[in-house]
């Protein structure tokens, strides 16, 4: 098994800002982050939990629901601005 140390991650940096350029950089990690989540949850049997109808329209949640993101499907607080598990805007 190769060992990857400090100089071949910094030579594997250098390629990619070079393919992708450093503004797009950001983009394609988080492609490449959400990616590997799907992989593993599919691989776990994990399955996503049902949007609410009220949710996936972009309506105002009542008081005392429970929140899902429209990214990932997860359950995240009433009061919450943010997914805790993907970070994309609720």
Known sequence: MP???GPELFLI???VLIVFGA???PEVLG???KGVRTFRDSASGEE???VPAATASGAAPAAGTTI???NCGRP???DAKFCSNCGQSL
């Open 13 to 15: 940096l250098a390629v």
């Open 23 to 25: 503004g797009r950089l």
């Open 48 to 50: 996503k939990p049902a």
């Open 31 to 33: 492609q490449l982050g």
């Open 68 to 70: 899902y993101c429209r």
């Open 76 to 78: 995240n607080a009433n």
């Open 3 to 5: 060992n990857i140390g």
